[in-house]
């Protein structure tokens, strides 16, 4: 984790405001709303969001899926997250960082949707078509990582599995079909255990 990371949160008493809640909310646009809203957004240093869970960092979630199975993978030791390491993920993605507030910076959605698809080409290659839609927001105060993140959960429908990692943290990528990562579900890492609980009404 580099010291001087900068990393994009929002108040906590923000989304306490709106309505705290554990696991996934299918509410979402009303909370877009109001997370994308003028000035809702900041910078901070990531090492100080880390331990202030005064403040949400914003993540996005991309769940990868095709013919019934979803992409996997396991947390490689070189995971930017060490609390993660070793954990199998369903998610894709990761921290908002300054560089992506310079082309649309009156449009905090439109900037997050656009640092969202960096972010995903940084990490994998993605060979084929495919549909984004946000289907839920993830939190999960149970934990100190999760204390102090706040996910944004996309479903991407790919045409074809032929995804590619890029990142070396990414390791035994893989899809497998929902009774598969049932079978593993104590390997998963919270998040992606919510998410699988949760998969038939994000992909229908």
Known sequence: MAQDEQVLVIKREVFDKLGTFHGLM????????????????????RPLAEKDP???????????????????????KRAGETRL????????????????????????????????QREIAEEVNVDTTHTNKIVALLNDDTNEVGQVHLGV??????????????????????????AELNKVKDTLETWSALCLDGIDKMTK
């Open 26 to 45: 299918f509410d979402v646009e009303r909370y877009l709303k109001e997370i994308f809203a003028p000035g809702v957004c900041s910078f901070m240093s």
């Open 54 to 76: 005064s403040f949400k960092q914003l993540i996005p979630y991309v769940i990868m899926g095709c013919d019934g199975k979803y992409l996997s993978y396991i947390r490689g």
């Open 85 to 116: 390491v070793s954990k199998r993920s369903m998610g894709i993605g990761g921290h908002i960082n300054p560089v992506d507030w310079t082309l649309f910076s009156n449009d905090a959605r439109q900037t997050y949707l656009e640092a969202v």
């Open 153 to 178: 959960v996309h479903f991407w429908q790919l045409e074809a599995p032929k995804v590619e990692r890029k990142e070396q943290m990414i390791t035994q990528l893989e899809f497998m079909s929902p």
